[in-house]
């Protein structure tokens, strides 16, 4: 509980240091710009472009790879929103005016057109992703999705790179953005708030600290789509400062869905295959044999599941499984069966003894049920030392 409160105390900070900060900009904005020069910016804004689609790449390839552990849907689909939106900020970054060319000229209208594709993704895809109730798919869809995405980046590179000086205009360079840029950035705020409200609504309903990081993340990038609605020039000091908003809250999203929703759902899921691993180790190092038997009829079915008793005996699985007790002992089985009956029609566990080849083994048998019914019989047997034969009777002896 205390290391809760702290995070949300932390939460608070956050967002009070960083609606201080805006603020700040603000207010300073006149001697901040005088500090500023204009020339230096498209080198750092290529490095904090660059920061964040690292960022967002290395979240693809991460879900990529952990899909084959946690065939997680919400993994896949934060993957590929982030591989998309990567991409668009890649193309954003290399179409910056200022730019070597880069399939064209470097153009403003071309890099903010990438910007809003970027954004209009993330923003819609970040809902669905807060809003989309996780299973696990039983296919691969990777290969598919991979190409989907493909698909939509490369058809709106080519709009965005054949059909520019066709598109409406979204920044006028000296005067600021146009109504449709402040149109479509507006919506992507609501978006984003909306994304923040299903983010605190989930930590209040679970508790779970992520969910702050998610929130954090969703309140610098609100704070970045309102600044990119004011700033009158390209290189000024407002871009520079939504940009380095949206690497805050790309730090976040890392923080949230990177660090703690996936690594956990990997990891809860690598230590479920590590114990059934484990379990099956176990199983295949058991001295004795287990086993399964299913009734069909008046005799039962034999699945043998693991262990060494087979390898004793000198005997396989094709031997045992889909076998009656007469087919594996080949004679007749008539005290035997009754304790498998007693096992299946009374549901109790039961216990005894069989001696074969000259040796003597404990049998015990537990049934399992599903609804009410007996299902099937979990079985095992076991070699018993010699120094414990004497006193216990037979209750059957095969002829093989």
Known sequence: MEHKKISEQRFLVYIVAA????????????????????????????????????????????????????????????????????????????????MPVFIAESSIARATWFWLAARGVESVSMVAVLLFKNRKISFDPRRFLLLLSGVLIGTLSFVFFRFETQLPLLVIEGQGTTFLKNAAEYAVCFLHFASFILALYLYYEGKKEYHLYVALAFTFLFMSELIFTVYQSVFDIDNLTGHLYKLMGYFFIMKGFYFSIIRRDMFSEKQRLGTLAE????????????????????????????????????????????????????????RLLK???????????????????????????????DDGVVAELSGSAMQADPSFRSGWKDDFESRA
């Open 19 to 98: 609606t201080i900060f805006l603020m700040a900009v603000h207010f300073y904005h006149t001697e901040l710009s005088s500090y500023f020069n204009p020339d230096n910016y498209v080198g750092i804004h290529t490095v904090l472009e660059f920061i964040s689609i690292t960022v967002s790449f290395s979240i693809f390839l991460y879900g990529w790879w952990s899909f084959s552990y946690t065939q997680s849907a919400r993994v896949l689909l934060l993957a590929f929103v982030f591989l998309i939106v990567g991409a668009f900020d890649l193309l954003h970054a290399l179409s910056f005016k200022g």
């Open 279 to 334: 379990r099956e180790r176990l199983i295949n190092h058991h001295n004795g044999g287990l086993f399964k038997a299913i009734k069909k009829g008046d005799d039962y079915l034999h699945f043998y599941h693991g262990g060494f008793l087979l390898q004793q005996l000198g005997r396989n699985e094709e031997d045992i499984n889909g076998r009656t007790l007469e087919e594996i002992f080949s004679a007749k089985t008539n």
């Open 339 to 369: 304790n498998y009956d007693t096992a299946w029609e009374e549901r109790e566990k039961v216990s005894f003894w069989v001696d074969y080849k000259g040796s003597r083994y404990i049998v015990s048998l537990v049934p399992i049920e």
